[in-house]
C-alpha cells in the first residue's frame, strides 16, 4: 500500500492532489488497467483489496467542485433501491 509522508508547510503554501495520477498510480491498484468491480467487494486480506483512505476520490470534497456530485449519488441510491425491492 501506499506509505504516507509528513511534509513541512510553510507561509502561504498551497497543496493539492492530482486525482488522476492518485487513480493511476500502480502502488495503490492492484492490476490498474483490468476492469474488476470485483475490487470493491474484496476482503481486508484479499489481494484484491479496494484502495484505502483518500486514494480513490471521485469526487472533490469542496462544495462547488462538482455541480452533479448530489444528484449523480441520488441516482446511484435510487438505482440501489430499485435493485434491493422485489417487483
Known amino acids: 500500500m501506499l506509505d ?8 502561504m503554501c498551497i497543496l493539492t492532489n492530482n486525482t488522476w495520477a492518485s487513480h493511476q498510480n500502480p502502488n495503490i491498484w492492484v492490476r490498474l488497467n483490468d476492469f474488476l468491480p470485483e475490487r470493491w467487494l474484496a476482503k481486508p486480506d484479499d489481494e484484491m483489496e479496494a484502495p484505502q483512505g483518500d486514494a480513490y476520490c471521485p469526487f472533490d470534497i469542496r462544495p462547488r467542485s462538482c455541480l452533479r456530485r448530489t444528484l449523480r449519488l441520488n441516482e446511484l441510491r435510487i438505482v440501489l433501491i430499485y435493485d434491493s425491492v422485489e417487483l
Not at 504516507?4 to 507561509?11: A, E, T
Open 4 to 11: 504516507r509522508v509528513s511534509l513541512p508547510i510553510v507561509g
